[in-house]
């Protein structure tokens, strides 16, 4: 049972620790998102790409916790005097996991308005960019055309 103990213990840790690097990747791409007039959408792809893989790791970790504490939860129930200070350290991971979901949600709840901010403000300069574009290619068309002797005038000077 001690050793189950210290494999959910060892688990908590992990994830606790993960939920650390999730929010400072996570405050990494806001502080991308909120660059003026250079957002680095590689780099903000990038760090994306490692949240996944974070996340991907918390999930198994929760995987594996829920099915040994389902293993072990009636022979915890049964001796919780025995186990009563590994019991306590364990709720104090939990507590500390879950005040750390509850500060990475409220960051990413944050980042998402800055993030749709800076893909408003990019779309903007793309629609920009391509009627910038299509008036340059107008303005083009349009000189060349000026610049084109009309044949009719040629056999009328003739």
Request: negative net charge.
């Given at each position: ?7 959910l213990k060892d ?57 040994l504490y389902d ?39 944050r980042n998402k ?46």
């Open positions: 049972m001690d050793n189950y103990l210290n494999m688990s908590l840790v992990k994830k606790e620790k993960n939920l650390s690097s999730l929010i400072a990747l996570s405050e990494k791409q806001g502080a991308i998102v909120k660059e003026e007039n250079n957002v680095d959408w590689e780099e903000f792809t990038k760090v994306a790409d490692e949240k996944g893989v974070l996340i991907e790791e918390i999930l198994k970790l929760d995987e594996g916790f829920e099915m293993h072990i939860k009636e022979g915890l129930e049964d001796n919780r005097e025995k186990y009563s200070s590994a019991i306590i350290e364990i709720k104090a991971l939990i507590k500390s996991v879950t005040e750390k979901g509850a500060d990475l949600e409220a960051l990413e709840r308005t800055a993030i749709e901010a800076a893909f408003s403000s990019t779309r903007k300069e793309i629609r920009q960019s391509k009627l910038g574009q299509k008036a340059a290619a107008d303005y083009y068309n349009k000189m060349n055309k000026i610049n084109t002797i009309d044949p009719q005038l040629l056999d009328r000077n003739c």
